[in-house]
C-alpha cells in the first residue's frame, strides 16, 4: 500500500497517508485543520522502476526527483 505525502493549503501542515488505490483521486483533509489537502509526494518502502507519470505542475513545495 503506497504511502503518500499531503500538504495542507490551508495551515501548512505536512503528513502521510496510507491510501487506497480507490481512494487516490478522493479529496484529502488535513487533519490538523480540516482543510484541503494537496498531495505532494509519494512514499514508498521499495523503490521500483516506474515512474508516477502525473504531469501536474502544483509547484508547491521542494520537487524531489529520485534520480537527482
Ligand atoms: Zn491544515
Do not use: H, W
Not at 21 to 31: M, Y
Not at 37 to 64: D, E, H, M, Q, Y
Amino acid at each position: 500500500m503506497p504511502l503518500y505525502e499531503y500538504l495542507c493549503e490551508t495551515c501548512g501542515q505536512k503528513y502521510e497517508s496510507y491510501k487506497r488505490l480507490t481512494d487516490e483521486n478522493k479529496e484529502e483533509a488535513c487533519p490538523a485543520c480540516g482543510g484541503r489537502a494537496v498531495k505532494t509526494g509519494i512514499s514508498l518502502f521499495t523503490a521500483k522502476g516506474s515512474s508516477p507519470g502525473n504531469g501536474s505542475s502544483c509547484g508547491i513545495g521542494p520537487r524531489r526527483s529520485p534520480f537527482g
